[in-house]
């Protein structure tokens, strides 16, 4: 009754717990627009102790990739099928991702595409400001001026991956 909500999300915060998600600061250091919300989106903790998102659909895709995702942010999709767009934070602006992050975003957009069943998958990964929407297609359809590709096995999300978004399940 007397919790002061500031002190619960800091307490949340210090357990690991996912309390929210802030949009990724542009250059100048300031969010713009109202603050976006988790829904359409899964959470994961990568083995370096990154956030992982992957979105559920189109439109999620559209959000998480546009909305979400900051410019440095790393961003990977599973090549030629459709599939979830997967966002690796990046808020040291590394310029790779650690190699096991890696391994493990592009399993998973593997998996949350219609590469599920092959038994390799090559998917395509880039820093997000490579990444443009292409006008009047429908959402989440986007193009990339450069990239490269990993192949990996499509694997499920593991119990050991991170707290992930129980709410909005697989």
Same mark, same amino acid.
């Given at each position: 009754?007397?919790?002061?909500?500031?002190?619960?999300?800091?307490?949340a915060r210090?357990? #690991?717990? =996912?309390?929210?998600?802030?949009?990724?600061?542009?250059?100048?250091? *300031?969010?713009?627009? $109202? /603050?976006?919300? %988790? @829904?359409?989106?899964?959470?994961?903790?990568?083995?370096?102790?990154?956030?992982?998102?992957?979105?559920?659909?189109?439109?999620?895709?559209?959000?998480?990739?546009?909305?979400?995702?900051?410019?440095?942010?790393?961003?990977?999709?599973?090549? #030629?099928? =459709?599939?979830?767009?997967?966002?690796?934070?990046?808020?040291?602006? *590394?310029?790779?991702? $650690? /190699?096991?992050? %890696? @391994?493990?975003?592009?399993?998973?957009?593997?998996?949350?595409?219609?590469?599920?069943?092959?038994?390799?998958?090559?998917?395509?990964?880039?820093?997000?400001?490579?990444?443009?929407?292409?006008?009047?297609?429908?959402?989440?359809?986007?193009?990339?001026?450069?990239?490269?590709?990993?192949?990996?096995?499509?694997?499920a999300p593991?119990?050991?991956?991170?707290?992930?978004?129980?709410?909005?399940?697989?």
């Amino acid at each position: 009754p007397d919790a002061d909500p500031d002190r619960l999300e800091a307490d949340a915060r210090a357990a #690991g717990l =996912p309390v929210g998600l802030e949009p990724a600061a542009s250059r100048r250091g *300031r969010v713009a627009g $109202p /603050r976006p919300r %988790l @829904e359409g989106v899964r959470m994961f903790t990568s083995p370096d102790g990154l956030t992982v998102l992957v979105g559920k659909g189109g439109r999620e895709n559209d959000r998480l990739t546009f909305r979400l995702a900051g410019p440095d942010d790393f961003w990977l999709h599973a090549l #030629g099928v =459709p599939g979830a767009h997967v966002v690796i934070r990046n808020p040291e602006r *590394r310029p790779r991702p $650690p /190699r096991a992050t %890696l @391994e493990q975003a592009a399993a998973l957009a593997a998996w949350f595409s219609d590469a599920r069943r092959s038994d390799r998958a090559d998917v395509q990964w880039t820093r997000r400001k490579h990444v443009r929407r292409i006008r009047g297609a429908t959402p989440g359809t986007v193009r990339i001026k450069r990239f490269e590709t990993v192949r990996v096995i499509p694997a499920a999300p593991s119990a050991d991956e991170g707290p992930g978004d129980a709410r909005n399940g697989p």
